[in-house]
């Protein structure tokens, strides 16, 4: 079988990566110093593009926050697309690091700011090389979505402003602090979950706690959704679904002894199969019902259809092995898992997949997401830039059927030293 990578300039893409890396690291922690919330990514937008820019790369900005930039061929045969988020968290950040966020109840602590600079370190890759996807061509669209974390996401907002036309395949990154800095994680198939938003208010009959029976308690009746609503979906729904409700906050009253008349519990909804996932809603609320109305309680449930799940196509997966192997790097296993994504959206459109990004030091702990104590090893941004200029180029070829892109003379790779 002829590989298909021999002809593909993941040398010069690496080399160029390579030259850029302070400057990178530079970006990534005033990215990590300054980061701001769905929708409001204001700065944010402004630095990509203004670095986008200084380097020749025309930019389209979203509406409100958010950018799309083209490189290569004005009228491609093939048109590769790469997503970074660029949200942060309301998390308050816990590392100490002398470049910790300066905005207070925020934190980069899912690490898109690694996201972001990573596709600013491909774009200036592709750049160096754009004749190479000229002579091909071929399109490379890169998309600075914003509103990752919100649901729902931003990813719809890149839809609607029309960021997906005219593209064949879409890649992008996500942050691991389980894998080793130098690896990325593939897997063919479902790699998250379907999420779903849940808030669950209730009403009735306050008054003294010395005289529950003339109430409605509804602090025990919120104590009881929080505790039997997951426990009887885990009862009427499929345990091959994989289906976890797990509550995030909880609020009712404000005085030990008062019974308040309203309160409210919010969380998510995970489940690992999009068919079960699609018409849970409705059992969802009848569970909550029943699980109330003993106590005479008003509840009124609200469900935010979140994301489905990330499933990687196959091809897609085998360009991105090209991609992390040919510029250096090492493939990983990686399992799916409970998270949501809402780089899903995208890929009920267009053809893709997502990759983990392995973060953590070799040797050293290991870190979770959305946490405020999240330290990611820095060496992860090459890796980054370096896998998502490379499968521009590798899953270009591949929709040609070609290892020579336009008939350009080949540059060695790192694969071939």
Not at 5 to 30: G, K, M, N, Y
Not at 108 to 118: F, L, Q, R
Not at 322 to 351: C, I, K, R
Not at 377 to 385: F, K
Request: net charge negative; aromatic share 4%.
């Amino acid at each position: 079988m002829t590989d298909r990578s021999a002809s593909l300039p993941f040398e010069a893409i690496a080399r160029t990566i390579e030259q850029h890396v302070p400057e990178l690291v530079e970006i990534r922690r005033d990215l990590h110093t300054h980061p701001e919330l769905g929708r409001g990514e204001v700065r944010t937008t402004a630095l990509v593009a203004e670095r986008l820019e200084r380097a020749g790369i025309g930019v389209r900005r979203l509406r409100g926050t958010g950018l799309v930039a083209e490189l290569g061929a004005a009228n491609p045969s093939h048109r590769i697309a790469l997503r970074a988020d660029i949200d942060a968290l309301p998390i308050r950040e816990q590392t100490g690091l002398d470049f910790a966020s300066q905005t207070d109840g925020v934190s980069h602590s899912c690490g898109h700011d690694v996201h972001t600079t990573a596709l600013i370190g491909a774009a200036l890759a592709l750049k160096e090389v754009e004749t190479r996807l000229v002579a091909a061509g071929v399109g490379a669209r890169l998309i600075f979505q914003p509103a990752e974390e919100l649901m729902p996401g931003g990813a719809q907002d890149v839809v609607a402003q029309d960021g997906l036309v005219g593209v064949d395949r879409i890649f992008a990154l996500h942050c691991d602090p389980t894998l080793d800095a130098g690896q990325v994680g593939l897997r063919v198939g479902a790699l998250t979950a379907a999420a779903d938003q849940v808030e669950v208010a209730l009403s009735g009959r306050g008054g003294h706690t010395s005289r529950p029976h003339l109430t409605q308690d509804l602090t025990y009746a919120l104590a009881k959704v929080v505790t039997d609503v997951p426990a009887v979906l885990s009862r009427r729904l499929d345990p091959r679904a994989g289906a976890a409700l797990v509550w995030g906050s909880v609020h009712a009253g404000g005085a030990p002894n008062v019974i308040p008349s309203s309160g409210k519990v919010g969380g998510t909804l995970r489940m690992l199969d999009a068919g079960i996932w699609e018409g849970v809603e409705r059992l969802l609320e009848a569970v909550v019902h029943d699980v109330v109305k003993p106590y005479a309680i008003q509840a009124e449930v609200s469900i935010t259809k979140g994301v489905p799940p990330v499933v990687n196509e196959a091809g897609s997966i085998d360009a991105l092995t090209a991609a992390v192997t040919g510029t250096g790097s090492f493939v990983a296993q990686t399992p799916q898992s409970l998270g949501g994504e809402d780089f899903a959206w995208y890929l009920t459109h267009v053809t893709g997949a997502m990759a983990r990004l392995g973060t953590r030091t070799p040797g050293g702990p290991t870190y979770d997401l959305h946490r405020g104590d999240l330290v990611v090893d820095e060496a992860a941004i090459e890796v980054g830039a370096r896998t998502l200029a490379g499968v521009v180029f590798a899953a270009a070829a591949r929709l040609a059927g070609t290892t020579t892109l336009g008939g350009v003379a080949p540059l060695s790779t790192v694969a071939d030293r």
